[in-house]
């Protein structure tokens, strides 16, 4: 048999492994274990054990268990509460008034979040029912929430950037400014959406029912002070480079419990709840890149990501072709697969032939992430949208529906990042230390 | 035997949280130490082994919440007689998987004692310590797997849908 056969039996393998249900992290462990069998005379259990001691224990990974229980401790406040008390005021004059509250709520607390169906929860759980009181309409309103929070995987501190920052290894503290400014971008593509659809439909919009004062909106702002000092805690300590990605992660997890304790929130049952919310997330996603490290190691056996670099190498296609196939397939492929497991499986294979494009990892990092917060509200496989069919009730089918502009919005901005790279590269240069 | 494995998953669970805590406290300890000037060796590397502690040891309780990812859209969709097969089958897999895995697991920790392997970085611990989390861990999901793949055989046991674990990535 030839290597090409082999290697098409490998890829038929994983993905009769995934569809049939095995956890994701025990497939790509499996799979790998077939491949050095085949491909290497290394004994593949010694490898596979070493392997994965190795990623797991590594120390710029230790970041990662660190925001995801910051996010678990944030959940359990009352921070979503305090955000649409202190925005609301501000928003009376704005087309799409309080839809608004989705837009700029999402994008604060991505901003202390790592992962995106957190975001949308958080948020989703004040907006939701606060919006639907006031009679604004539930298909804009759960759209543009589905939208607005898949900014919580490009604003940092972010999940899927650590992940990608590991595997490509790309400094994840550059990898966290270098999302602030798409981040940005995306939620003001997303909040001019509103608006001009508000200006289109000025029916559809509730009369405002009382007007504040200026006195009085600022008095109503303090409800914010204490999410935009968490925040200044955590990416000011990354930014002026006085903290690496991991430790600005502790001082979030002592800062979310700070907050949670001035606003009274923080018990016993709260903390244990946090605590062990956060260790079974980061198990979860532990297996997954136990697994995907180990297929790493056999990918390099195999050679399959020096061959397909090759071949892509050799079709001569810009790297602009690259990157729209690239958009298509990771589109596709987030039909069936959750980001994380997306970014694990295929950077192993993709890295060689980026590189060999000459694109920067750096802007390809962020890249992937707006590609996988797309897959995030695309069905059937789209955790926003399975968040937002648990709370709201609704087929997950129709909310899809209403999350197609947002989903247009992200491509142009796949777009506008590759015209104009420096939105990503421009805050990452400035930065003290690399 | 239901309630002595519940009991041994969920103090793994305990146990992985308080290294999780300790994750923190080393991060803490390190930062510390480097703003009032005094030195801890090591620091870094026991962080990363109280995060690989808290990862592995967890295994066993996250799968028993029905939170570990996996490709539930064919398992959904079909008739309750292939699924119960699809169910077997994944569960076979992952039986003999985390098996192999426990048990090339257990040999690391062995070799490293046998060896003598120290780390590398500047706390030079005896591996062989640190990786018995690994050893322990994923022999508690083999022992989980095991469990649920004579539960669904038996017909006796309950799938979780994963609730709570919507909010993560």
Not at chain 1, 259 to 271: D, K, V
Not at chain 2, 76 to 85: F, I, K, Q, S
Not at chain 2, 156 to 169: C, D, G, L, T
Request: charged share 10%.
């Amino acid at each position: 048999m030839n290597e090409a056969l082999i290697t098409t039996l490998l890829v038929v393998a994983l993905f009769l492994l995934l569809g049939s249900g095995v956890w994701i992290g025990l497939a790509l462990a499996g799979v790998a274990w077939i491949g050095m069998e085949l491909f290497s005379s290394r004994p593949a259990g010694d490898a596979m054990a070493v392997t994965i001691w190795g990623s797991a224990s590594s120390w710029t990974l230790t970041a990662l268990p660190l925001f995801v229980w910051m996010g678990e401790i944030l959940f359990r406040t009352r921070l979503s509460e305090d955000m649409f008390r202190g925005l609301a005021p501000w928003l009376e004059r704005i087309p799409g008034r309080l839809l608004h509250t989705n837009i700029i709520g999402c994008t604060i607390f991505a901003a202390v979040s790592g992962s995106s169906a957190a975001t949308c929860a958080t948020i989703g759980k004040m907006t939701l029912p606060e919006l639907k009181r006031r009679g604004y309409p539930e298909d804009i309103t759960i759209g543009t929430l589905a939208g607005a929070g898949t900014l919580g995987l490009l604003i940092p501190p972010s999940i899927i950037m650590i992940v990608y920052g590991v595997t490509a290894d790309v400094s994840i503290a550059q990898l966290f400014i270098a999302g602030v400014l798409p981040g940005v971008l995306l939620a003001t593509l997303f909040s001019g959406y509103i608006v001009i659809w508000a200006l289109v439909h000025p029916d559809a919009i509730p009369k405002i029912v009382e007007r504040t004062t200026l006195l009085q909106k600022l008095h109503a702002s303090r409800h914010l002070l204490p999410v935009i000092m968490l925040i200044a805690l955590v990416l000011g300590s990354i930014y002026v480079g006085v903290a690496t990605a991991t430790e600005a992660a502790a001082f979030g997890v002592l800062g979310a419990l700070l907050l949670s304790w001035t606003q009274g929130s923080l018990n016993r049952a709260t903390l244990f709840s946090s605590l062990m919310g956060a260790t079974s997330l980061y198990c979860m996603i532990a297996l997954i890149l136990s697994g995907a490290a180990f297929l790493t190691l056999a990918m390099g056996y195999i050679g399959l990501p020096r061959h397909l670099a090759e071949w892509i190498g050799g079709l001569g296609l810009s790297p602009f072709v690259l990157i729209i196939a690239l958009t298509g397939f990771y589109t596709v492929l987030g039909c069936f697969l959750d980001g994380i497991s997306m970014v694990v499986l295929t950077m192993g294979v993709i890295l060689p032939t980026v590189e060999k494009a000459g694109i920067d990892l750096l802007w390809f990092g962020v890249f992937i992430v707006l590609v996988v917060e797309m897959a995030q509200i695309t069905p059937p496989v789209g955790f926003n949208l399975f968040v937002l069919q648990g709370m709201t009730g609704k087929q997950i089918t129709w909310i899809a529906r209403h999350t197609v502009p947002m989903f247009l919005l992200m491509a142009a901005a796949v777009l506008l990042i590759w015209f104009v790279p420096d939105i990503i590269t421009f805050l990452p240069r400035q930065m003290k230390i690399g | 035997m239901r309630h002595t494995l519940d009991r041994l998953y969920n103090a793994a669970g305990v146990l992985a949280a308080l290294f999780l805590v300790g994750t923190l406290l080393m991060v803490v300890l390190g930062v510390t130490g480097r703003l009032l000037h005094f030195h801890v060796p090591g620091t870094d590397s026991y962080a990363g082994y109280c995060m690989a502690a808290a990862g592995f040891l967890a295994l066993a309780y996250t799968l028993q919440r029905g939170e570990h990812i996996r490709v539930t859209l064919l398992i959904e969709h079909l008739g309750p007689g292939v699924c119960r097969a699809l169910e077997l089958w994944s569960l076979g897999v992952a039986t003999v998987l985390s098996g192999a895995f426990a048990y090339y697991s257990i040999r690391l920790s062995f070799q490293s004692w046998d060896f003598n392997d120290i780390s590398t970085g500047n706390d030079a611990t005896p591996l062989w310590l640190p990786q018995l989390s690994m050893a322990f861990g994923v022999t508690i999901l083999f022992i989980a797997f095991v469990d649920n793949f004579v539960g669904e055989l038996k017909g006796q046991r309950i799938r979780k849908a994963p609730a709570e674990a919507m909010h993560n990535e």
